[in-house]
């Protein structure tokens, strides 16, 4: 979070269910809202999509006088990030490079559009979703949350159940997007999407199966990409005599 934009959070009541009914509220708006994509018939501008997601998050979040600064709004300075390994783009580049990720992101979901069976073109379309807003950290806060939502309402506008990351699986979840820093390879978010897709499905629902069946298949293709770029990796660096 930027460093000037700490003082524009609210401070936490003193009544915890109530911190905690804004919360649900903001959620649930959020959730509302990745519905209406969902069933419309064209997905509005990707950046309004990500814009609003945030701004209805975070609004409840910020003070009344900084709501219209931070909620919806991309960061005017410099960001810091906890964990992930993730190195936020510098603000003067912050533009040039969402506009960079909108392009790609329109490009993968036209690629899903066109053969909406193909899990793993899914997948890959919503890992890329969320790992290149949260790499680029546009927001002084609440960046991951909106990638989550936006992959929400991707994946129930494609007919898919979304996945829902436990706190059980934060540190997973976190180690995967590190892994992504390290190696500059997002099959190791993908993958742990992937497996996170299928621990809400369940093969023995008729209505499921078929769904199952893609997102398993697309786990195996995932695992052999992975493979095969540390062996190329491997092969490297003997050449190199590293």
Same mark, same amino acid.
């Given at each position: 979070?930027?460093?000037?934009?700490? &003082?524009?959070?609210? =401070? $936490?009541?003193?009544?915890?269910?109530?911190?905690? @009914?804004? /919360?649900?509220?903001?959620?649930? +708006?959020?959730?509302?809202?990745?519905?209406?994509?969902?069933?419309?018939?064209?997905?509005?501008?990707?950046?309004?999509?990500?814009?609003?997601?945030?701004?209805?998050?975070?609004?409840?979040?910020?003070?009344?006088?900084?709501?219209?600064?931070?909620?919806?709004?991309?960061?005017?300075?410099?960001?810091?990030?906890?964990?992930?390994?993730?190195?936020?783009?510098?603000?003067?580049?912050?533009?040039?490079?969402?506009?960079?990720?909108? &392009?790609?992101?329109? =490009? $993968?979901?036209?690629?899903?559009?066109?053969?909406? @069976?193909? /899990?793993?073109?899914?997948?890959? +379309?919503?890992?890329?979703?969320?790992?290149?807003?949260?790499?680029?950290?546009?927001?002084?806060?609440?960046?991951?949350?909106?990638?989550?939502?936006?992959?929400?309402?991707?994946?129930?506008?494609?007919?898919?159940?979304?996945?829902?990351?436990?706190?059980?699986?934060?540190?997973?979840?976190?180690?995967?997007?590190?892994?992504?820093?390290?190696?500059?390879?997002?099959?190791?978010?993908?993958?742990?999407?992937?497996?996170?897709?299928?621990?809400?499905?369940?093969?023995?629902?008729?209505?499921?199966?078929?769904?199952?069946?893609?997102?398993?298949?697309?786990?195996?293709?995932?695992?052999?990409?992975?493979?095969?770029?540390?062996?190329?990796?491997?092969?490297?660096?003997?050449?190199?005599?590293?």
């Amino acid at each position: 979070m930027e460093q000037f934009g700490r &003082t524009a959070r609210r =401070e $936490r009541s003193l009544n915890p269910d109530k911190d905690l @009914r804004i /919360s649900q509220e903001a959620e649930h +708006m959020a959730i509302q809202f990745g519905n209406s994509i969902a069933s419309s018939r064209r997905m509005p501008p990707l950046e309004t999509v990500v814009t609003k997601l945030h701004r209805l998050l975070m609004s409840p979040f910020f003070l009344p006088e900084y709501r219209d600064q931070y909620a919806g709004r991309y960061s005017r300075g410099s960001v810091s990030v906890i964990g992930a390994g993730i190195e936020p783009v510098p603000p003067e580049k912050l533009n040039e490079s969402m506009h960079q990720y909108y &392009t790609t992101l329109q =490009e $993968r979901l036209r690629e899903v559009e066109s053969n909406p @069976r193909d /899990s793993l073109a899914f997948l890959d +379309m919503i890992s890329f979703a969320h790992y290149g807003l949260t790499s680029r950290h546009p927001f002084i806060d609440g960046n991951g949350r909106t990638a989550r939502h936006l992959m929400r309402a991707m994946s129930r506008r494609f007919g898919y159940r979304p996945i829902i990351i436990g706190l059980n699986q934060r540190g997973e979840y976190l180690d995967s997007l590190e892994k992504v820093a390290q190696t500059d390879n997002l099959n190791h978010f993908t993958l742990f999407l992937a497996k996170s897709f299928l621990d809400n499905y369940s093969s023995e629902q008729p209505l499921d199966k078929h769904c199952f069946a893609r997102i398993k298949h697309a786990v195996s293709d995932i695992e052999l990409r992975i493979l095969t770029v540390d062996i190329e990796s491997k092969n490297r660096k003997i050449t190199l005599g590293l």
